[in-house]
């Protein structure tokens, strides 16, 4: 028999959710905007160097994830996971506000690149505690048996938000001319992110701290310094995880950024289709994402991952020759959905996660392995997709780095047992006598 979802839990998913799709909103209408954004703050006579600026612009976000996930996994694990997500919304939302209302290069010349560059680099600060964040914070306040699914709410959430930014986009896109979306048009979707953006702040307001957090708390079980028990302590689970979020962040934004922008400048279709048939895509991969977490909870993490990892390893290249070939609209739609699909796979497993470390390092752990893995190979994922197409003339040669980051993917799920996390609420919790912290 399924445990009862008390009010408190439910509210911490909603929090959790809504918040991390206001996340993924925010980055994907960069993504999709890479054309509009390009020709407003980059000068140059080459289409195709400005795209690569851009998703330079795209990656720089990434590399101060890390340190997002240092700062806001400390402030976490030390003063509590809502107050961590609190702070983290509201720098990401005004960060994209910010980036609707920016002149362009026409107006401040090379000062309007920089200025773009900085409102992501803040984006991508606040970034490196919100998903991972949320998924602790839900994970440590449902039902230990439903852990799978209803974490799976948070890239659930993801997707939707993807969606939800798919779908603004594309109305707008309807709304007014390709000129005027470049012009202006593209400017909207970032300021509809002050709305969501408060909207949030009065869900995340509203609800408490974990049980688990306040229980640390009332324990003495919260360290001033996680970080520096973190790598002493918890080494093999750092790599695990690690090596677990390159097989799932390298793949991820392949699909998300790279596939739109080549489907429109290589293929020639028309990008207002193509922003229909990615929002299509993210909510029927939505749906799923929780749907392959109750899987989890039933047969273990383990599987359910490793299948989703296989699948990208063994489909690459085909996936990518469909793509680059398929003679229509319809067959790229149905090849896209399966990349996202077996994408949804994975980000089922984000669980997995914050699972591997004990309460008092959880959120660091998790942020700062989750987020290391985003520098490594998710944030330029897109730009190394983009120029490995630039640099051997084939379309499917993305499929050579799919491959790598799956394998890494593989060797890291093969090396966590499956006891430690999965269908039980055993976790790392038990492993590790609670101490006292220090004065």
């Keep these: 028999m399924k445990e009862p979802i008390p009010a408190e839990a439910r509210r911490a998913v909603a929090a959790g959710l809504f918040g991390t799709a206001v996340e993924y909103y925010e980055f994907t209408i960069y993504g999709l905007l890479t054309l509009a954004i390009a020709a407003n703050f980059f000068s140059t006579q080459d289409g195709t160097t400005a795209v690569l600026a851009t998703l330079l612009t795209f990656g720089s ?4 994830r890390p340190l997002g996930a240092i700062f806001f996994g400390w402030y976490g694990d030390k003063f509590g996971r809502r107050a961590a997500l609190i702070l983290a919304i509201s720098i990401m939302g005004t960060a994209s506000t910010a980036i609707g209302l920016l002149p362009g290069y026409a107006t401040l010349g090379a000062v309007a690149p920089i200025l773009l560059v900085l409102a992501r680099l803040c984006q991508g600060f606040s970034a490196g505690g919100e998903l991972i964040g949320a998924v602790t914070y839900v994970m440590e306040s449902v039902p230990p048996s439903r852990r799978g699914f209803l974490v ?56 408490e701290d974990s049980p688990e957090f306040r229980k640390a708390v009332e324990t003495s079980t919260i360290r001033r310094v996680p970080l520096r028990q973190l790598f002493t302590q918890y080494p093999k689970q750092m790599l695990q995880a690690l090596g677990f979020g390159i097989g799932l962040s390298g793949v991820v934004y392949v699909s998300l950024v790279y596939a739109p922008a080549f489907l429109v400048k290589t293929r020639g279709f028309d990008q207002r289709g193509v922003f229909w048939l990615i929002a ?15 899987l989890g909870d039933r047969f273990g993490r383990r599987p359910v991952l490793i299948a989703g990892t296989l699948g990208h390893l063994v489909l690459a290249f085909p996936i990518l020759l469909l793509l680059a070939n398929a003679p229509s609209f319809a067959a790229v739609g149905l090849t896209l959905l399966l990349f996202m699909l077996l994408s949804g796979v994975q980000s089922s497993g984000l669980v997995l996660f914050s699972e591997l470390f004990p309460v008092r390092v959880r959120y660091t752990g998790a942020a700062l392995s989750y987020n290391l893995a985003a520098v490594i190979a998710g944030g330029f994922s897109p730009y190394i997709a983009t120029l490995l197409v630039a640099s051997t003339g084939s379309p499917t040669s993305p499929a050579w780095w799919i491959i790598g980051v799956s394998v890494i993917g593989l060797i890291a799920l093969f090396s966590i047992r499956e006891t430690a996390y999965g269908r039980s609420d055993r976790g790392a919790e038990e492993k590790v006598e609670p101490v006292a912290d220090p004065a």
């Design 152 to 207: 799976a709410m948070n890239p659930f959430g993801s997707s939707m938000g993807a969606a939800t930014g798919s779908v603004v986009v594309g109305i707008i896109s309807l709304a007014v001319t390709a000129e005027q979306l470049t012009a202006w048009g593209w400017r909207i979707p970032f300021l509809l992110c002050l709305p969501l953006t408060v909207i949030c702040l009065v869900l995340r307001l509203r609800v």
């Design 280 to 294: 299509a895509c993210l909510v029927i991969q939505a749906v799923s994402i929780p749907l392959f977490g109750m």
């Design 61 to 64: 976000s990434y590399l101060v």
